[in-house]
C-alpha cells in the first residue's frame, strides 16, 4: 500500500502550488520517531517534521503505535485504528494533506468497476487505495490536467507486464488515468 501512496502522492506534491517554500518552516525541528517517541534529531531522509506529528495528534488522535515515513516531500503516518491499517499523509509544513486506506476492488463504485475491466482487461487489478483529501488541495486541485471535483477518491494500480498505470475512480464512478509509471 505504501508503495502506491507515495507514488501517487509524490505526484502530488511535486506540483510548485504546494512546493512554495522550504522543507523545513522556520522554528520546526525533525525527528526520526516510532510510536510517537522521539529517537533524537537526524540528518537523514528519515527525519519526520515535529509539526507533522504535533498535527497528528491534533487531527488523527493520541494513537499510541504510529510508524512514521520521510520523504522529501512529506510525512507519512501509518497507525491502526478500528483493526484497519491506514495512513495520513503531511506535507512539509506539517499540514495534513489527507488519510488512506487499503480497500477492495468491490468498494469502488459499480459504474467503476465495470469500466476497469472492460477498459483495462489485459491489465492486472493491484492494490486499491481510498483517500480522504483535506486542507487546501480539495476540492479544486489540479494535477496533470485533471481537476479532482471530490475530497475523496480511490486509486487503482493496474499492471501489464511492466507497465503500470494508475487510474482514479471518484465517487461518482469516473475513472480518469492518473499516472504511469
Known amino acids: 500500500m505504501k508503495k502506491l501512496v507515495v507514488a501517487v502522492f509524490t505526484l502530488l506534491l511535486a506540483m510548485p502550488v504546494i512546493l512554495a517554500g522550504s522543507n523545513t518552516p522556520s522554528g520546526a525541528t525533525k525527528k526520526e520517531t516510532k510510536g510517537g517517541k522521539s529517537a533524537g534529531t537526524v540528518a537523514s531522509a528519515s527525519m ?3 509539526l507533522s506529528e504535533e498535527s497528528f495528534r491534533a ?3 493520541n494513537i499510541s503505535d504510529v510508524a512514521w515515513t520521510h520523504t522529501s516531500d512529506m510525512d507519512v503516518a501509518t497507525y491502526t485504528r478500528n483493526n484497519e491499517k491506514d495512513e495520513a499523509i503531511f506535507d512539509f509544513n506539517g499540514n495534513l494533506i489527507g488519510t488512506s486506506k487499503a480497500v477492495k476492488f468491490s468498494a469502488l463504485p459499480k459504474s467503476a468497476q465495470d469500466r476497469i475491466k472492460k477498459e483495462y482487461r489485459d491489465y492486472t487489478i493491484g492494490q486499491v487505495i481510498h483517500f480522504d483529501y483535506t486542507g487546501e488541495i480539495a476540492p479544486d ?3 496533470s490536467g485533471n481537476q479532482f471535483d471530490s475530497p475523496q477518491a480511490y486509486f487503482v494500480d493496474l499492471k501489464k507486464g511492466t ?3 494508475v487510474v482514479e475512480v471518484n465517487p461518482g464512478g469516473d ?4 499516472s504511469e509509471y
Open 175 to 178: 475513472v480518469i488515468l492518473f
Open 59 to 61: 487531527d488523527i488522535g
Open 141 to 143: 486541485f489540479v494535477m
Open 163 to 165: 507497465r503500470t498505470l
Open 48 to 50: 519526520v517534521n515535529t
